[in-house]
T-cell receptor
Framework: AQKITQTQPGMFVQEKEAVTLDCTYD???????LFWYKQPSSGEMIFLIY??????QNATEGRYSLNFQKARKSANLVISASQLGDSAMYFC??????????????FGPGTSLSVIP | GAGVSQSPSNKVTEKGKDVELRCDPI?????LYWYRQSLGQGLEFLIY????????KSGLPSDRFSAERTGGSVSTLTIQRTQQEDSAVYLC??????????????FGSGTRLTVV
């Protein structure tokens, strides 16, 4: 079963506008972490933001914020004031935790974001 | 080194040949991961090493794929009898300690494998 779902294969946003990239996940583990990564056309994977399942507040990192809705199993990425350099693939990812060990990170299929001047 | 280093950056090989891909993680990072990314696709987990524990090989697609990590540092991913469907970018990542959900990975630049 798909653990991470990103329903938007491609998105467009006007420069300086905000954009939300959707991510839903599936886990029965009460302890988990959610990540967003950016992959520009150069191919490098860039870590953007992290949200823990027990974190009380939504994570923020500069222009990135994570809209975490635990009951809905949703972890949408919000990019404020989009810039041309934000054009890239964006991957939502999850790591599940158990009592004694932590597992690999599973990635979603990605959303391609294009910022229009 | 300062980052995760992968070599070669590009590899073209003939179908049926064996290839070895190398990953040198960030010094001190105990966890090391291999992923595969086919053209326009997401990341597919292959294998995960954590310290001296037995690796998690659950993502290896066939017995033609194997990986080892020597001395808890450098890792080599080996693909035997390569097939055209093995063509992809192979990404390596490391993290300081997998015993912590908050640790994001640091990725290498990848090896682009083309099987002709």
């Amino acid at each position: 079963a798909q653990k991470i779902t990103q329903t938007q294969p491609g998105m467009f946003v006007q420069e300086k506008e905000a954009v939300t990239l959707d991510c839903t996940y599936d886990t029965s583990d009460p302890s988990y972490g959610l990540f967003w990564y950016k992959q520009p056309s150069s191919g490098e994977m860039i870590f953007l933001i992290y949200q823990g399942s027990y974190d009380q507040q939504n994570a923020t990192e500069g222009r990135y914020s994570l809209n975490f809705q635990k009951a809905r199993k949703s972890a949408n990425l919000v990019i404020s004031a989009s810039q041309l350099g934000d054009s890239a693939m964006y991957f939502c990812a999850m790591r599940e935790g158990t009592k004694t060990s932590y597992d690999k990170v599973i990635f979603g299929p990605g959303t391609s974001l294009s910022v229009i001047p | 080194g300062a980052g995760v280093s992968q070599s070669p950056s590009n590899k073209v090989t003939e179908k049926g040949k064996d290839v070895e891909l190398r990953c040198d993680p960030i010094s001190g990072h105990t966890a090391l991961y291999w992923y595969r990314q086919s053209l326009g696709q997401g990341l597919e987990f292959l294998i995960y090493f954590q310290g001296n524990s037995a690796p998690d090989k659950s993502g290896l697609p066939s017995d033609r794929f194997s990986a080892e990590r020597t001395g808890g540092s450098v890792s080599t991913l080996t693909i035997q009898r390569t097939q055209q469907e093995d063509s992809a970018v192979y990404l390596c990542a490391s993290s300081p300690n997998s015993e912590g959900l908050g640790y994001g990975y640091t990725f290498g630049s990848g090896t682009r494998l083309t099987v002709v």
